[in-house]
């Protein structure tokens, strides 16, 4: 069975977007954020990968073809070597032709297991991408060292894995779905589903009601969850392959291993891996405990705490977060340097509007008014609605010399900072703390990237408007 699920309309879709002239397409048509050359090279790279020396990927547990293709076009004009790994014929198939598609050469097709790469002789990559396998296999942990013996030395991954406290309310339902179709071998794909999905519906009908199904079952907005409410509709037993991939894959999956923030630290120092930061902006910014609210005292306390345990706080806090994205890395210190004076540091995924509406807030700064904070609000782009995020900018009389620049993203700050000693006669040491404070006010939002000045822009997505202030 191919997953993740891929219907026949949208294959039909990809043709018709990339027609008979893929490889000159502005845009990709599929985006994976955790997956662009800016996010993994600021996390993983110090910012100074150039992605064109022999680069090479592999996608652990490739699936239908999500991340290969999406890696394999941002690389298309580099000598670079994607190899996708599956034991899942099927998939791969799916994964093929989407990759012809896009009239993509720079891939090599392997159907085996994660477990047997120590067999194959794929010698050694500098970035891993494996996302909703390893909490599936046998041996998560083993799982893990295989791919991580895998790495270079500065190589590193970017990893998707469930997470134990979001998902409390779907294990009971596991453990339900256990006791009523028994022995799973004795039934077909269809039977069980359609157990699911009267259970579902039995459990969100009177006297419980769908809202008290959802308090207990997804803790991240039981107002309202499309998946679950087709879920309940008894005319929608069956809605086409991809719901019922999705419903098989949550509810009768045979093997399932959820994380919480210290176990995932855990989980990488075993396998000699260090924990590098979650990669979904979402989820970055829930996590982040300035923005849980919370009254001054236990603010105070928690500035005491590392920044995991304020991670575990913060999951704990929610109590939703079902499945985790991060990086991890073979490097101790791998994450891009504000310090490094020869980074380019640059406003990234083309943030529609940030810079008109910064720009009205900057004329507010005045002597008698040296410091204000300009409050935005932003969605992100994307076929899911993450809802609306607020984010704080510093404001001071400096900020004006270098906010053109990051929009711009093409000076080093050692650059920047020589143009406006000459302009302006203003010390870089001054200009490098008001930089620096910028940059940390908002880091979290991963709206501010680095990168080497000797390394070419070439991200697929940097027409892409992924902010929308």
């Known amino acids: 069975m191919p997953y993740p699920a891929f219907s026949l309309e949208q294959m039909d879709n990809e043709r018709k977007y990339y027609g008979d002239n893929p490889i000159n397409k502005k845009e990709v048509l599929l985006h994976m ?7 993994i090279n600021h996390y993983l790279y110090k910012g100074k990968e150039t992605f064109s020396s022999g680069f090479r990927v592999l996608i652990a547990g490739g699936g239908t073809g999500n991340s290969v293709v999406f890696i394999a076009e ?4 580099t000598d670079a070597e994607i190899v996708y790994l599956d034991f899942s014929h099927a998939s791969m198939v799916v994964a093929q032709e989407r990759a012809d598609i896009r009239q993509l050469q720079n891939i090599k097709w392997v159907n085996d297991k994660i ?9 050694k990559f500098d970035f891993i991408d494996c996302s909703g396998v390893l909490h599936h296999l046998p041996d998560p942990d083993r799982g893990l060292e295989i791919l991580g013996g895998s790495l270079t030395e500065q190589g590193g991954m970017a990893v998707m894995v469930y997470g134990r406290y979001g998902r409390t309310g779907l294990y009971q339902i596991q453990d339900l779905v256990r006791l009523i179709n028994g022995d799973e071998d004795h039934l077909e794909m269809v039977d069980e589903i359609r157990n699911v999905k009267n259970l579902i519906r039995s459990l969100s009908s009177k006297p419980f009601g769908f809202q008290s199904f959802m308090r207990r079952f997804s803790f991240r907005d039981f107002q309202t969850d499309i998946f679950y409410e087709t879920l309940t509709e008894p005319k929608q037993l069956f809605s086409g392959s991809v719901y019922n991939h999705e419903v098989y894959d949550r509810f009768c999956h045979s093997q399932d291993r959820a994380f919480s923030v210290p176990e995932l630290d855990e989980w990488a120092t ?9 990669s979904f902006k979402r989820d970055k910014y829930l996590l982040s405990v300035q923005n849980l609210g919370l009254e001054a005292g236990l603010g105070k306390t928690l500035n005491k705490l590392n920044v995991l345990e304020n991670y575990a706080f913060a999951e704990l806090f ?4 079902d499945n985790h994205n991060l990086y991890l890395s073979k490097q101790a210190d791998s ?8 980074n380019v540091l ?5 943030p529609h509007k940030l810079g008109e509406k910064l720009g009205n807030d900057l004329i507010k700064v005045s002597e008698e008014n040296p410091k204000i904070v300009s409050s935005l609000e932003f969605e992100i782009s994307s076929s899911l609605n993450y809802g609306k995020f607020n984010i704080s900018f510093p404001l001071t009389n400096q900020t004006k010399y270098f906010i053109g620049h990051l929009l711009e993203g093409k000076l080093s700050t050692g650059d920047m900072l020589r143009e406006v000693e000459d302009k302006y006669k203003i010390g870089p040491e001054l200009m490098l703390s008001e930089l620096r404070d910028f940059y940390k006010n908002i880091s979290q939002h991963d709206l501010l990237l680095l990168r ?15 902010f929308r202030f």
Do not use: W
């Not at 954020?33 to 996010?39: N, V």
């Not at 929610?318 to 977060?321: A, T, V, Y």
């Not at 994450?335 to 020869?342: G, M, P, Q, S, V």
């Not at 080497?452 to 992924?466: A, F, G, P, W």
């Open 33 to 39: 954020p955790t997956e662009t050359l800016s996010m």
């Open 74 to 77: 941002q690389l298309r004009h």
């Open 115 to 123: 477990e047997n790469i120590h067999l194959l002789d794929l010698g």
């Open 270 to 278: 075993q396998a000699g891996l260090h924990f590098v930061d979650f």
């Open 318 to 321: 929610h109590g939703s977060f």
């Open 335 to 342: 994450i891009a340097d504000i310090e490094d004076i020869d």
């Open 346 to 350: 640059y406003f990234y995924g083309n």
């Open 452 to 466: 080497d000045k000797t390394v070419e822009d070439i991200d697929v997505m940097r027409n892409s408007v992924l």
